[in-house]
């Protein structure tokens, strides 16, 4: 039987901002969170999923944007606009989750 649990499902966003200071820490803790509560949490899985995809869609952006900052330092502008991203998109989504609200995440969808 899942439960309905808004908290854990806002922390699984929230875990994303270790990033920030770890630099791994946003994929693993979301990854752990996602696979041990997917079949407990009601929309665990639809929520771990679109998390991982949005850091796998995060971490191949930013490898793109290591050669570019060779092409004039555009690079550094695309690591900017990524770390800013990364910072936004977990909050409005966790308030989003508190507030009873469908989230949504920008670029790829690798698991389906």
Known sequence: MLREDKN????????QLLD???GMG?????????LTQK?????M?????????????????A???IPAILLLGLGILGLIAIG???LVYPIVNAIRVSNGQPISYP???FIK
Do not use: E, R, Y
């Open 8 to 15: 854990l499902l806002m922390v699984t966003h929230l875990s």
């Open 26 to 34: 946003g994929l693993i803790v979301p990854l752990v969170l996602w």
């Open 20 to 22: 920030l200071v770890t």
């Open 39 to 43: 079949d407990q949490v009601l929309d």
């Open 84 to 86: 800013i991203i990364a």
């Open 107 to 109: 670029f790829f969808k």
């Open 63 to 65: 490898l793109c944007c």
């Open 45 to 61: 899985d639809a929520h771990g999923k679109a998390i991982m995809n949005f850091q796998i869609s995060l971490f191949i952006l």
